[in-house]
């Protein structure tokens, strides 16, 4: 279990071996920052360190919206949490999990990726009122079509080396990630209010994680690759950008260098 606060996380990882009922150390806590890449090659370092094998990386964590803020390596925060740290750290435990093959990459999106209806501004240089890099790949949606992007490029690369990479869509799901790090007291009211709303109409987190589940676990997904899910089962309602071959690799091309995995790409 890789989070960002290891106190918290600890308490869930003893009930998961309770309820388990699991030998105590194969469920361990690694911290993990991921808008911070320095803390995601420490974490990627323990786990190479500590792991044997990898079987299956889930990409979850998230952000949903607060205030803007950049990175510890100036850019979005945003972007930064929700693709980036993931970015990384998938090359960075790839050996890993081409060792461990069959294995699997799912990378958790949203339907929110088809509110992206512009072309990408990957533009490097900052904005005169801000220091922000590249200050064009910002907030929830671009962020979310950047994990399926990702998705697709990882797919065709790792084809032959026995690691099958997907994305999906969990639901509308009353998980409070909307309404964390706000402090403007008139959003915080109205956020309250959406989060409210959500426990009446939205999934509960149980419920968004049987597509996970099943993408991980279903061994009739050994050799399915490229695709998305929601509603446990692959879903055609991916937008065009979603879609785009060319837009995936200038993503892959430039989120590398934001990386520094790469020398800037023109």
């Known amino acids: 279990m890789a989070c960002i606060d290891k106190e918290t996380a600890e308490p869930i990882a003893e009930e998961i071996r309770q309820k388990t009922a699991v030998d105590p150390s194969l469920v361990s806590v690694v911290q993990l920052d ?63 999990l081409k060792k461990s093959r069959p ?16 072309t990408l501004d990957f533009s490097r240089e900052p904005k005169p009122e801000s220091d922000m890099k590249y200050p064009g790949l910002f907030g929830y949606p671009t962020s979310k079509l950047a994990q399926i992007l990702h998705t697709n490029i990882l797919a065709k690369q790792l084809k032959e080396h026995g690691v099958v990479a997907n994305s999906m869509h969990p639901g509308y799901v009353s998980s409070g990630i909307w309404y964390t790090d ?28 049987q597509t996970a589940i099943y993408m991980a676990a279903d061994p009739a997904l050994e050799k399915v690759s490229g695709q998305y899910f929601e509603n446990v089962a692959i879903s055609d309602q991916l937008s065009s950008f979603a879609k785009d071959p060319e837009l995936a690799q200038k993503m892959w091309d430039v989120s590398s260098e934001m990386c520094g995995l790469t020398k800037k790409v023109e």
């Open 34 to 96: 991921l808008s911070d890449l320095d803390s995601v090659r420490n974490c990627s370092r323990k786990i190479c360190a500590s792991e044997p094998k990898l079987d299956v990386l889930i990409n979850d964590a998230g952000v949903g919206i607060g205030p803007v803020k950049t990175s510890k390596q100036g850019y979005d925060y945003t972007f930064a949490v929700n693709h980036l740290g993931h970015f990384l750290l998938t090359h960075l435990l790839l050996g890993l």
């Open 182 to 209: 706000i402090h403007n007291k008139f959003v915080i009211i109205f956020m309250r209010f959406f989060g409210w709303l959500s426990t009446i109409i939205g999934r509960t987190p149980k419920d968004a994680a």
């Open 103 to 118: 294995s699997r990459i799912i990378n958790v999106s949203s339907m929110y990726h088809r509110k992206v209806t512009r």
